[in-house]
């Protein structure tokens, strides 16, 4: 298994561009989430999903898309990119089936925004 | 809602020294706890966990006990290596309609030198 793979590793935009950030992972994970990572506050959680089709916002979603198609994939859409998304971001799966939901990371995108 | 506070870092420690980072936590129910870990350019991976009061979690030789009472699971190791230098986080998940999200502290930097 792969796990949870994100591409892509680095990324610079300028503001006011767009862009996509993929995530998959092989898992079979009902549960996936993005979350940003700032120096100093953690991770925050922009947008999860329980399933395909459902989707639903978290603590900082605002600037960012999210659409669950499928049970393997959670891309993230930058709508016009600001300075201020600058960060580093993480795509993660959990199953509930588990039962403590344990979340699977991949290794993250590197965004600046010039 | 949901809440985790761990102690503020960093941490500098020589090797062999004890280590203990404090998390304390604010949840509805009985959540799950988990102690992550960072290393340089990594995404985070588990380190342990435990699932109901009075669990002891351990991997590496890394300890934490799920202590309802004071509503804390603190992170210990007896003797830390150069090689635990990372970025640790204290988490939480739900088991309600919350389930699949997890919150997390800010992360605790530990620096062991030799």
């Known amino acids: 298994n792969a796990g949870v793979t994100q591409t892509p590793k680095f990324q610079v935009l300028k503001t006011g561009q767009s862009m996509t950030l993929q995530c998959a992972q092989d898992m079979n994970h009902e549960y996936m989430s993005w979350y940003r990572q700032d120096p100093g506050m953690g991770l925050r959680l922009i947008h999860y999903s329980v399933g395909a089709g459902i989707t639903d916002q978290g603590e900082v979603p605002n600037g960012y898309n999210v659409s669950r198609s499928t049970t393997e994939d959670f891309p993230l859409r930058l709508l016009s990119a600001a300075p201020s998304q600058t960060s580093v971001y993480f795509c993660?799966?959990?199953?509930?089936?588990?039962?403590?939901?344990?979340?699977?990371f991949g290794p993250g995108t590197r965004l600046t925004v010039l | 809602g949901n809440s985790v506070t761990q102690m503020e870092g960093p941490v500098t420690l020589s090797e062999e020294a004890f280590l203990t980072i404090n998390c304390t936590y604010t949840a509805t129910g009985y959540p799950s706890l988990f102690w992550y870990v960072q290393y340089p350019g990594e995404g985070l991976q588990l380190l342990l966990k435990a699932t109901k009061a009075d669990d002891k979690g351990s991997n590496k030789g890394f300890e934490a006990t799920y202590r309802k009472e004071t509503t804390s699971f603190h992170l210990e190791k007896g003797s830390v290596q150069v090689s635990d230098s990372a970025v640790y986080f204290c988490?939480?998940?739900?088991?309600?309609?919350?389930?699949?999200?997890?919150?997390f502290g800010d992360g605790t930097t530990l620096t062991v030198k030799p």
């Open positions: 988490a939480l998940t739900a088991h309600n309609t919350n389930a699949g999200k997890s919150t």
């Open positions: 993660a799966s959990s199953s509930p089936g588990q039962g403590w939901n344990e979340q699977f």
